[in-house]
């Protein structure tokens, strides 16, 4: 079974920088695509990134192409996203994601999910 724990939200000014770290545990870290995604309550869950097995192939949303970086550290079995130039809309409780899927940076169809945590921008 496979196992996700998130770390490193918190509060921080606009303008400033997070890191979240993803800790998978139960299958092959490199044969799962791996993703983040935000929600903010009362509203949808929302694709921020995703990341194929090997590290090669990322895609990110628009909102936040420019600003933030998805990677992963096989041998860690880690996921991270380097979140740069905060905006108080960034706000949300932020998600990793794991599907089976080999090399593909998949925006779908993620079963595995972790707890989530939360982000906060202020102003």
């Known amino acids: 079974q496979v196992e996700l724990v998130e770390s490193g939200g918190g509060l921080v000014q606009a303008g400033g920088s997070l890191r979240l770290s993803c800790v998978f545990s139960?299958?092959?870290?490199?044969?799962?695509?791996m993703g983040w995604f935000r929600q903010v309550p009362g509203e949808d869950r929302e694709f921020v990134a995703a990341?194929?097995?090997?590290?090669?192939?990322?895609d990110y949303a628009d909102s936040v192409k420019g600003r933030f970086t998805i990677s992963r550290d096989n041998a860690k079995n880690t996921v991270y996203l380097q979140m740069n130039s905060l905006r108080p809309e960034d706000t949300a409780v932020y998600y990793c994601?794991?599907?089976?899927?080999?090399?593909?940076?998949?925006?779908?169809?993620?079963?595995?999910w972790g707890q989530g945590t939360q982000v906060t921008v202020s102003s």
């Open positions: 990341i194929g097995g090997s590290g090669r192939n990322t």
């Open positions: 139960g299958r092959t870290f490199s044969t799962y695509a």
């Open positions: 994601a794991a599907q089976y899927s080999g090399d593909y940076a998949s925006r779908n169809g993620y079963g595995y």
